[in-house]
């Protein structure tokens, strides 16, 4: 046997070596699987479906019914505390919204009512 003869395969990488290449690449694909589950999830849905439901009760409520917003809060269904509502006197609109999943508007107009804004 010669000694200059060493075909020895390459060494193997390293455990420390394959977790910086697949680390990221792990953490990418569980977030961008995380954020398209939660998009077109039922939970999605009902937080849209929440929103322009609030929106279009307390605008009817306030302009519609001439209430106030504390007796307008007394309108709303159980369940639907997480949607927060933004009341604009200026520009006569209720916009309810749940963060990071849905935002929805309600306009009055005093001819045809309180109407959703499209989404």
Known sequence: MLASDTSSPPPAPTRRIRWLVWGPVLLLTLA??????????????QAQLATGYIAHVVCS???VGGRDMASCETDREPGTEVVQIEDDTAKRTVTARVPLLSSRTARFDPEYGCALDPP
Do not use: E, F, I, N
């Open 61 to 63: 409520c306030r302009y």
């Open 32 to 45: 961008a699987g995380g954020w398209l589950g939660l998009r077109y999830s039922t939970t999605g849905k």
